[in-house]
C-alpha cells in the first residue's frame, strides 16, 4: 500500500484493492475513489472536452465534474463522489465521445 | 407513483440545515434532510467516515456544537437521504429527487427550506486548469474525509482566510506548505478591529491558525498573487508576482515556486441555482458576497412557504448559518402553531438581533476579499475560464466587444456555463468578467435560467420513474 499520502495520525481499517486502468491498487473503506486515485499517484483524471487536455480533481466536492472516470464500466462519475469498493474497476482518461 | 410527503423539505445538511432540522423534529414535525454528499455535516463538519477508521481530532466550539447537532439528526425521527440530489422543484413545493444515482423519485412537501451552502470562487490565470492545480477545499476535503494529503507539499495561493484554515489543515495532517501568497495586503485588514468584541469565536479560531502556520515556519507573502501555473501534462511550477495597492503587478517582482500542488482559493459564491429553479427571487449584494437568495426577516423567500437559511443568503460562515437553520425552524413552527406567540417573539427577536451582528462580520470580508474589476481585465487571452466547454478569455473578450455582453447571449458563440457542471464553476467567474468588461453592475445583469435536471442525470435513473 503506498501510504506516502496517508495521513499517519488516521488509524485505517485493513485494505481492500481496486484496478486502475488495469493496475490495482490498494484503498481503504470509506476513501473516496479521488483519495484512492491521490494517494497511488494518479493525478490526471479526464481529458477537456474541447481541447483534450489532461485534467484532475480541482473542487473536489462534486461541483466542478473535471475529476469524472469511468466506474465498473459506468462512463462520466465523479471520483470525489464516489466511495471505493473492493474490486472496482476505475478508468481514467476518458474523454466525451465526439 | 412513489411518492414522499413531508411537512418539512430541508436541502442541504450542513450547518442550517441540520440545525433547522433538530429544532423542528424536536417539535414533532415530520422532516425529510436530504443531500449530495455521502455524510453528513455538509463541508464545515466533515470528518473521517467510521467505516474508514478514526483519527483524533481538535474540535472548537462551533465544530463541538456541529457534531451534537449531527448526533441529533442521527438520534431523532428526522428521514435523511445522502447521496440524493435535487433535479427539480415544481409549484406545490412538489421535488425532484435522484438517489444514489439510480432512483429518480417526487418528494411533497408543506414547507421547503434551501440550506443548500455555498461554493468557492476562482480567479482565473494561465495553468490553472492543469493536474496538480486544485481548489483549496479539495485539500480540505481530502484531508478531512479521506485521511488523505493531496501532495506531501503544497502551495496555497488566493485571497481570504480560508487561506490559511487551508494551510492550517495541512499542516495538522503532518504535510508542508510551501508559502501562503495571499492577494490582498495586510494593512487592509486593521478595520477588523472594530469587529473583535462579538466575534471571538472566530477570531480564536483565526488565531489558532496563524500561531501554527507562523510557528510552522511557512512565508505568508502579502499582496501577492499566483500569474502562471506551468509543467508538463501536470503542476510542476508556480510564479507568484507582487501586487501594488490598487492591484497592478509590479513588474520585476515575479518568484518561481517548485511544487507538486497548488491550493487556490479566492471566496465564495452562494448556491443560489436552487432558489431560482424554484423560482424565488434572487438578487445581487456585494456586502453578501454576490447573488443570493432574497428572503423576509423570517427568511421565507418570494415563494410562499420556501425558506432559505445559511450560505445561500449571505456568505458569512458557521455561526451565521446555525443562527438562519434557528430561525427559518422557528418561523415555521410559529406558522404550523406549534409555538406560542409570545415565546416566538421573544425568541425571534434575539435571534434576529444575532443575524445583524453575523451579517455584519460577513459584510467584513465580502467587502475585503472582493477580487476586483482590474484583477479580472488583467486575465491574458489565452486562459481558460469555462473549464468544462474550454472558452478562453480572448473568445470572451471578442464575443462581448461582437455583443454578446449578457449571461445568456454569451452561450450563442460559446457554450459558457453550457457543460457538465452547469456553470457552477465558470458561471460567478463568468458575471464578475461581464461586470469588468462593460462597466455595468452585476445588479443590472439578469443571471442565466436554471432548469431541471439542475445537475447531470443518467437516462437509467429517469427510466426508473414512472407516473
Known sequence: MTDELRIAAVSRRPAIHIRVNGRSIAATPGETVLAALTAAGFSTMKKSNVRGEARGAFCGMGVCYECLVTVNGVPKQRSCMTEVQDNMEIQTYEPDPS | MNQTQADVLIIGNGFAGIVAANR???????????????????????????????????????????????????AKKITVLNRTRVLGIYPGHEVLIEENEKKVRTLKAGRIILATGGREKFLPFP??????????????????????????????????????????????????????????????????????????????????????IIFSGVPLRFRTRVVEARGRGRLEQVVAAKVDGSGKIIPGREKTYETPLLAVSHGFAANVELAQMAGCGIEFLDERGGWVAVTDDHLETSVPGIYAAGEITGIAGALKSINEGEIAALAILHKMEKCAESDFKTRMKKLLAARRRHLQFGKYFNL????????????????????????????????????????????????????????????????????ALTGRSQADMTPLVVRPPVKPVKIDSLASFSE
Not at chain 2, 424536536?26 to 455538509?42: T, W
Not at chain 2, 483549496?136 to 493531496?150: E, F, H, T
Not at chain 2, 501532495?151 to 495532517?173: H, M, N, P, T
Not at chain 2, 478569455?393 to 464575443?399: F, N, S, T, Y
Open chain 2, 24 to 74: 423542528l423534529a424536536d417539535a414533532a414535525v415530520d422532516v425529510v434532510l436530504l443531500d449530495e454528499n455521502l455524510h453528513i455535516g455538509g463541508q464545515l463538519l466533515r470528518q473521517v467516515p467510521e467505516r474508514l477508521g478514526r483519527a483524533a481530532s481538535h474540535a472548537d466550539h462551533v465544530k463541538k456544537a456541529g457534531r451534537r447537532f449531527i448526533a441529533g439528526v442521527k
Open chain 2, 127 to 212: 495553468g490553472w486548469t492543469m493536474p496538480g492545480v486544485i481548489s483549496g477545499g479539495a485539500v480540505q476535503v481530502l484531508i478531512k474525509s479521506s485521511g488523505v494529503l493531496p501532495a506531501r507539499e503544497i502551495l496555497v495561493g488566493g485571497s481570504g482566510l480560508f487561506l490559511f484554515s487551508v494551510a492550517y489543515e495541512c499542516l495538522k495532517a503532518g504535510g508542508r506548505v510551501r508559502a501562503v501568497l495571499e492577494r490582498t495586503g495586510m494593512l487592509d485588514k486593521l478595520p477588523l478591529a472594530a469587529q473583535l468584541p462579538r466575534q471571538w469565536p472566530k477570531l480564536i479560531e483565526g488565531a489558532r491558525f496563524m500561531s501554527r
Open chain 2, 368 to 435: 475585503l476579499y472582493r477580487i476586483p474589476a482590474a484583477d479580472y481585465l488583467a486575465i491574458p487571452d489565452e486562459t481558460l475560464v469555462c473549464r468544462c466547454e474550454d472558452v478562453t478569455m480572448g473568445e470572451l473578450r471578442k464575443a462581448v466587444a461582437n455583443g454578446y455582453d449578457t449571461p445568456a447571449t454569451l452561450k450563442i458563440p460559446l457554450r459558457t456555463a453550457m457543460g457538465d457542471c452547469q456553470g457552477r464553476t465558470c458561471g460567478p467567474i463568468v458575471y464578475d468578467i461581464l461586470a
